[in-house]
Nanobody
């Protein structure tokens, strides 16, 4: 059974940092695109960052470039998202998603239909 489990969310003040983790199981981790999406209240879900677990290539939404860093640990089947200089507008439920096509990171990183597996989501709240 494929599982993606997010952890590390919570409440933080603006300017602070959080580190989200996505623990994967039930599939061959080494040849996937793993992405983070988020959905704020009243807004559509949007892509934040993604990583190719084969070659480590990454992609970031413009809104988080320079503040967020995605990384992977193939031995632990984990993808992490380090979020620095957080802003109130980063407040959202963050989802981890996986696509069995590592090239999605560069061809269609924010196309939700490319991602077959999704976690339950975790709340991140940034207070002003």
């Amino acid at each position: 059974e494929v599982q993606l489990v997010e952890s590390g969310g919570g409440l933080v003040q603006a300017g602070g940092s959080l580190r989200l983790s996505c623990a994967a199981s039930g599939f061959t981790f080494d040849h996937y695109s793993i992405a983070w999406f988020r959905q704020a209240p009243g807004k559509e879900r949007e892509g934040v960052s993604c990583i190719n677990t084969s070659d480590g290539s990454t992609n970031y939404a413009d809104s988080v470039k320079g503040r967020f860093t995605i990384s992977k640990d193939n031995a632990k089947y984990t993808v992490s998202l380090q979020m620095n200089r957080l802003k109130p507008e980063d407040t959202a439920v963050y989802y981890c998603a996986a696509a069995p096509r590592p090239w999605v990171v560069t061809t269609a990183p924010w196309d939700e239909y490319e991602y077959e597996y999704w976690g339950q989501g975790i709340q991140v709240t940034v207070s002003s």
